[in-house]
Each structure stands twice: as C-alpha cells, then as structure tokens.
C-alpha cells in the first residue's frame, strides 16, 4: 500500500510568515511521530499523538510549533511566525501499534522548508 | 539532543568491500534500530537488535550490539553503489533518538 505521504515537499517562506505541513500516515496506523532533520544531523523528535491525542509534545522548540491530529489520521505541523533557525527538514513517521517499543517506524521523504 | 554518537561521520569504499558503521548511546535501551537515508528521502528502518541479543543478521547486513560499552557497529557486507546512503542509529521507544549520523559513499 502506500506509504506516508508528505506535502509540500519544499516550501519557501520569508520570516514571519506563518507555514502548514501536511503528513497522511499509513492508513490505519495508530501512532504518528514529527522529526526536525537540521543539515548533515540525525533527525530530532518533535512531538508524537496517538489516534488523536497528542502524548508527547516535549521535543517542540518554542511555542511558535503547534501540531494537530484532529480525526487521529491526517496530521498537520504549523510553525507560527517563521525564524530562520526553523530552515530545516520535517519528517513524519507512522506505526500501526500502540506498542512501539519494538515497532520500525515508517517515514515519509520530508519537507524541506527554507525561511529567507 | 542527539544520544547517539557514530563514527565514522564519512565512510568511502570500493564497491565490493566491506562497510563498518558504529554507534554509541549513552541511556539504556530496550531495542536499537538502524536506518538507512538516501539523499533527498525519508528514513528506511534496517534492522532492530533487542538489548538481550547480541548479534543480527538481515541479508548482507549484520548488527551487533553490546550493551556493557553502549554501543552497536553495522556491517555492511560485499558493497554496492546503491548502498550510497547515510546510515543512522536510534534508540528509545515513542520518542526514537536519532545518532547524527555516517555518510557512506560506495564508488563504482
């Protein structure tokens, strides 16, 4: 079947402005994880829901990060008020268990954002 | 923060040879993942070695794991151009922490 899908696959913004990003999980998986991947680095958790419920949002870097899940399928992740330091890579991943400890997670190719 | 440090950060090798990849973590862990990434991609999940196994095998890849150093190699076996990618180990179970990361090269 198809795999995470996540659009736009580049996006350009001048600061300030405010950008949505779009992840559409395998259908079916329960779990959906957002990953910020800086330049030549591993990616850095962001924040992971569970269905709809947002479980953990620690990794997000400032207010201005704010992610939905509202139906527990789609997801989006908005940064307000774009800085600079946000250029980097946004990856989404899916699980289809509550119980990931030992689950592989399945990733999309990632937006690349890039603030002017 | 990245838990994982891995060396080396750049591998270039001949198509044929071997490729070592190592990683160290710093918590304990449950389970240790490796992920491959071509450029321009998302993450593909490896291989998954679980904290009471000390070695894995997966086709021309095997993984070994030893958790009194904290640490895992990644071994690729008779390389080929495709296995161009950056390789990365994670840990952690909802929250996977990522190390920063080898990039290895396999020319022709």
């Known amino acids: 079947g198809a795999g995470v899908s996540q659009s736009p696959r580049y996006k350009v913004a001048k600061r300030g402005q405010d950008v949505a990003l779009r992840c559409d999980p395998i259908?079916?998986?329960?779990?959906l994880f957002w990953y910020q991947q800086a330049l030549g680095q591993g990616p850095e958790f962001l924040t992971y829901f569970q269905n709809e419920a947002q479980l953990d949002k620690s990794g997000l870097p400032s207010d201005r990060f704010f992610a939905e899940r509202p139906e527990g399928s789609v997801s989006t992740l908005k940064i307000q008020r774009t800085q600079q330091e946000d250029s980097a890579v946004y990856l989404c991943?899916?699980?289809?268990?509550?119980?990931?400890?030992?689950?592989?997670?399945?990733f999309g190719d990632g937006t690349r954002l890039s603030i002017l | 923060s990245q838990q994982g440090e891995e060396d080396p950060q750049a591998l270039s090798i001949q198509e044929g040879e071997n490729a070592t990849m190592n990683c160290s973590y710093k918590t304990s862990i449950n389970n240790l993942q490796w992920y491959r990434q071509n450029s321009g991609r998302g993450l593909v999940h490896l291989i998954l070695?679980?904290?009471?196994?000390r070695e894995k095998h997966s086709g021309r890849l095997r993984v070994t794991l030893d958790t009194s150093k904290k640490s895992s190699s990644l071994l690729i076996t008779a390389s080929r151009a495709a296995d161009t990618a950056s390789y990365f180990c994670?840990?952690?179970?909802?929250?996977?922490?990522f190390g920063e990361g080898t990039q290895l090269t396999v020319n022709p």
């Open positions: 994670a840990s952690g179970g909802s929250r996977l922490t």
């Open positions: 070695i679980r904290s009471n196994e």
């Open positions: 991943a899916s699980t289809h268990k509550r119980e990931f400890g030992n689950q592989p997670q399945h």
């Open positions: 259908s079916g998986h329960v779990s």
